[in-house]
């Protein structure tokens, strides 16, 4: 009986899964899931994780901030407020996005509980099961298991160092309306992408918009990493360019604090209402506390220069994994080198399974995250995702080469070099 | 055309409408909330938010609480935390809700970005669209507004001055499953319900979890109001006495305040894991920051002395409007008497419909929210609700003696008086 098979394998009650919606079968845990468990381990470097290292932040500024917010103005910052967000902090994000190229109207700014919840919003009002999204390849995880939440296929398009191919997007529009499928929208991080850690070019972006435009596909642009290049500012957003046909989504996670949960999608002024009421229906209204926190931080505070202080801190990290990398990797691996962000890309001949070798990994005293957490498809296999982002220059370089014999080990038993 | 049409109607782009997904078509905006707007002039008296009055709130300790937090525990505060929800706050929302009669473990509970957004994640996990949902009669107007973004067939249960009817909830199953519909959960707010300021009996909930449980639904015990009792302790909740059939969703948005944005729900055992899943995918993790600040204030804080003076200050507000409207509401109108809470519905003769009235009381410098809000199926349309949480006593006899003249003069007009 089916009942009974159901009740071995999951451990809930009889018949409890019919119970569900039908998009419950895909709340599953992610593989990576407990991989972080493990790799939280104090004994362990962990490579894995893509937490903002917050040692530079001004700690003692901001709390005398939110003291400041509350006594001044706590009926307010501790009432419910708007459900698109409070209007003096969405015009200060125009201000943030102008910093690349963008002139935006606060009244098209949807302010969210991160990035994360903008992309629950936009999977709720265009994906119906079955639809097709674009990705690239490999692409954000938290952004796939929204997809795949909503049901939707995707489909990743193909990559090299100067981001997504277009060659590889109209190839992929056309095969995909070939097979009769229904293509709702463009996902990609064109700075210092996560987890591939490549640019887009300029020259890609203008080609990208004007694919997409003429084939009535929209374009959501995430951009977390943009206002943490290294040598150089990033290109202009894909948003400057393009303000009816992108959905540009950002978030203060990695320029201010990831703990105050406060992100934002720019819309196109005719999805306005329906990010409104989807996102009230969400969760009422995001928090006026923490938004007025960072309003007040961004009125009071040098916050262009602390964000050159946080982009500082991950240049020496980055710089110190791709010296070990050079060090203690051997021939055979390649990997992305990152002109901003937190991510490195690595590439192993395909006979090395990262997942297979994440135990050994984990006895060598040093995590990562396998390349398929980051494929909607199983793809990935013999890459990995190597974050730079929290651990010191010392603990990367730890980690680094602990890795790098693991690999070695590995390639050697077998007969890689 | 049709696209033309569209584009006339809404002023989207041609076939713009098209391009999302079929649940979007419910993404409208309530009739409520071009009233809110106009109910927030400082020259109308409002009875229509239910904003917490948070004058009684101890700001500068609250302050203080933050800056602490801040200093001390920073790094932890502005991080990304559990998907779940702080592991400390959980155990001590356990401690909260004992005061219900609640055991419970703090593995079962998950923090969310206030009640609504457990809403949501609850509709996700259960909703298909057109699955019936059944509520009380009237219910709020933010659950009706989730369960209709998720397609569901709402169906209402008569309640009277004790709560929901079980008789009527037996009937309401029968004829539903007659019609061949899947019923998936029971909705209701036991104590001092939103809109209409009842009680649920004890004897009574225990029968209504009875039939709940023998009918394999789900119960949603929704409680923003139980420690808000005026007179003496509410019942026990209803998740005291079931522990496998009942979703319990608790928030501190009236218990402390909203604008920190935390709520909870804590489920049986077997939906833990979808439901943790289910919020990772649509906001990653409620905030550490304001989720610490709620810890900080639980451990160091008279929590409990500032949650009876909340209520006393609420009394005194139901007093003023429960002696105003037997002073100055025309005869034919009747009332509930609340013993907690924050609102008091108001029941007119059917000749009288609340939304056409609106103008008339506005003009008369007072605003309500007409009952049709609060019915999925346009009933509702001789009632209204009042709330006397936010405005002063001064204020809430000045609004109801306003509102009283408004009706008397329309009755007056219609011969009813």
Redesign the interface.
């Known amino acids: 009986m089916s009942g009974d098979i159901t009740r071995i394998h999951t451990?809930?009650?009889q018949?409890?899964d019919e119970?569900?919606?039908?998009?419950?079968a895909m709340?599953?845990?992610s593989e990576i899931r407990s991989l972080f468990a493990v790799a939280s381990r104090p004994d362990i470097v962990s490579l894995a994780g893509g937490?903002?290292n917050?040692?530079a932040?001004p700690?003692?500024m901001?709390?005398?901030v939110?003291?400041?917010l509350?006594?001044e103005n706590?009926?307010?910052?501790?009432?419910?407020?708007s459900g698109q967000g409070h209007p003096k902090l969405r015009t200060q994000i125009c201000d943030v996005m102008a910093l690349e190229g963008i002139h935006a109207h606060p009244d098209d700014v949807i302010v969210t509980?991160?990035s994360?919840?903008a992309l629950?919003l936009i999977s709720?009002?265009?994906?119906?099961p079955g639809?097709v999204v674009l990705v690239e390849a490999p692409s954000y995880v938290?952004a796939l298991?929204?997809f795949h939440?909503?049901e939707a296929q995707v489909v990743h398009v193909a990559m090299d160092n100067d981001g997504l191919i277009p060659q590889a997007l109209r190839e992929a529009i056309t095969s995909t309306r070939a097979a009769g499928r229904k293509i709702?929208f463009l996902y990609l991080i064109p700075n210092y992408q996560n987890p591939a850690g490549v640019l887009l070019t300029a020259e890609r972006r203008t080609e990208i918009l004007e694919i997409c435009r003429s084939e009535?596909i929209?374009v959501i642009e995430d951009n977390p990493y943009g206002l943490l290049g290294f040598e150089r500012p990033s290109p202009n957003a894909m948003r400057a360019e393009d303000s009816?046909n992108v959905i540009y989504l950002g978030t203060f996670?990695k320029t201010i604090?990831?703990?105050?949960?406060v992100g934002w999608a720019l819309v196109p002024q005719?999805l306005k209402?329906?990010m409104v009421?989807?996102s009230?229906?969400?969760?009422?209204?995001?928090?006026?506390?923490?938004q007025l926190?960072i309003s007040s931080y961004l009125s009071d505070q040098p916050w262009r220069d602390q964000i050159a202080s946080f982009a500082q801190l991950y240049k020496v990290r980055r710089d110190a994994m791709l010296e070990s990398l050079e060090k203690y990797f051997p021939k055979g691996a390649t990997w992305t080198k990152p002109e901003g962000g937190f991510y490195v890309w690595v590439t192993l001949p395909p006979e090395i399974d990262t997942k297979a070798l994440m135990p050994k990994a984990i006895v060598g005293k040093v995590a990562y995250v396998p390349g398929t957490a980051f494929y909607a498809d199983g793809f990935g296999s013999w890459s990995m995702r190597l974050s730079y982002c929290y651990p010191s220059p010392e603990k990367i370089r730890e980690g680094v080469k602990a890795l790098g014999g693991v690999l070695a080990t590995e390639m050697q038993l077998r007969g890689l070099n």
């Open positions: 451990g809930v009650p018949h409890l119970r569900f919606a039908h998009r419950a709340m599953k845990p937490m903002p917050l040692t932040f700690m003692e901001m709390a005398g939110v003291e400041k509350l006594l706590g009926q307010e910052a501790l009432q419910y407020g509980t991160g994360q919840q629950d709720r009002i265009f994906i119906d639809d938290g298991g929204t939440q909503y709702k009535a929209f009816e996670s604090a990831p703990g105050l949960r005719s209402e329906k009421i989807a009230e229906s969400s969760i009422l209204c995001p928090s006026n506390f923490t926190a």
